[in-house]
């Protein structure tokens, strides 16, 4: 009798061993974690593995199954984050997981020396910017003072005073998928900023007035006609602004990951 329970005491134990043993066999189970880096930077993981590069790369890593997971993005001098895609989304340097499954995460890093990524340093009158919605922009000349082009039109009322009318001759295309049209492009993302940091929104301030032709403003009114790929339109946009913002104004494009700046001289 003994040596029975003795042996039945050692078998509950090797039950229990292995089902302990299972256990932490299925809490252990990794998953793939890929990450790519676009331009000057480094991702750190949590744990403190991480992948540093100087314009384009990729790393597979192991990760445990629904672990938490911290992940951070430091730019390079010079550099800074533009975005997180994948599995982690926004523009916040620091972004966390708990992957279950296999999962791939893209920092992308641009330099504040590139054309157009802050106001000190503005794409230059003439050159065109293609974004990554299918559409290209150029700003091709400006008028600061167009008032009285402007008020020389029927219908059209004088700005208050201290104020005056800042007209753009821009082209645009679309090579995008599907379709799009000009309110989208222009309503939804563009603005001008004068030196006091003063913001005109174009869906305010913008296309208010009749423009000498082509007016592209007629094109917007009610969203616009669809634009698809291979079409696009060359025209003038007015802003409503004041007259000392005329010198030092901007036109920005933001589209909530990152910003491009259009000087307008």
């Known amino acids: ?39 000057r930077g480094t991702v750190r993981l949590s744990d403190g593995r991480r992948l540093a590069c100087g314009s384009k790369c990729r790393k597979t890593f192991s990760v445990r199954a629904g672990a938490r997971l911290g992940l951070t993005a430091r730019p390079g001098s010079g550099w800074v984050l533009s975005k997180w895609s994948g599995a982690c989304r926004g ?10 499954r296999a999962a791939g995460v893209a920092a992308t890093f641009r330099s504040l ?32 003072d167009a008032t009285q082009q402007i008020l020389s039109i029927p219908r059209n009322r004088p700005p208050p005073h201290g104020a005056q009318y800042f007209m753009l ?9 599907a379709s799009s049209n000009l309110y989208h492009l222009l309503a939804d993302h563009f603005s ?25 403003c007629s094109l917007i009114y009610g969203g616009g006609p669809p634009f698809y ?20 104004l901007l036109l920005v494009y933001d589209d909530s990951s990152h910003r491009v700046w259009f000087a307008l001289r």
């Not at 329970?5 to 890929?34: E, F, I, K, M, N």
């Not at 001759?169 to 998928?177: D, V, W």
Request: a positive charge; charged letters at 15%.
């Open 1 to 39: 009798m003994r040596l029975s329970v003795r042996v039945l005491c050692s078998a509950s134990l090797l039950v229990g061993l292995l089902a302990a043993t299972g256990a932490t066999a299925a809490t252990q189970r990794h998953v793939r974690l890929t990450i790519s880096i676009t331009g």
């Open 91 to 100: 523009t916040k340097p620091t972004c966390g997981l708990r992957p279950r």
């Open 113 to 144: 020396s590139a054309p157009g990524s802050t106001s000190e340093n503005p794409i230059r009158l003439g050159k065109a910017v293609a974004f990554s919605d299918g559409w290209q922009f150029t700003v091709l000349a400006t008028i600061p």
């Open 169 to 177: 001759h821009i082209s645009t295309s679309y090579t995008g998928g």
């Open 192 to 216: 001008a900023v004068g030196a006091r940091n003063v913001s005109y929104s174009f869906a305010t301030t913008a296309c208010g007035v009749f423009l000498p032709p082509p007016d592209l």
């Open 229 to 248: 790929s291979g079409m696009g339109a060359d025209g003038n946009i007015d802003f409503k602004i004041a007259s000392n913002d005329a010198q030092s």
